[in-house]
């Protein structure tokens, strides 16, 4: 098993994080994005937080609020959206360790 696949059977969000840090940085034309980086201080306004939330829910099969989103940094909307996913994904991920 690679290290970073380790790192996503270990860290249950992981391929949440992984998919809104891809996604925060295409949107936003931004690297260097850390746990505390803030969707509107790094250039993002309303149309493309949108954008995300439609992303999200396309990805993982959750309806996210735009308010929600909208008060919350990196790590706090990986939470978010991890926490709202089926049980049944963290299920499945937990067995496959």
Known sequence: MT??????????????????IKSWS???GASGLTEHSDFFARGGDSLLMTRLVRRIGERFGVTVSLS??????????????????????????????
Request: with cysteine.
């Open 68 to 97: 929600a989103m909208s008060q919350r940094n990196l790590g706090d909307q990986v939470r978010l959206v991890h926490s709202l996913r089926p049980r049944s994904d963290s299920a499945r991920a937990s067995r496959a360790a």
């Open 3 to 20: 290290p970073d696949r380790c790192a996503v059977v270990t860290e249950p969000d992981g391929d949440v994080r992984e998919f809104m």
């Open 26 to 28: 295409e949107l936003l």
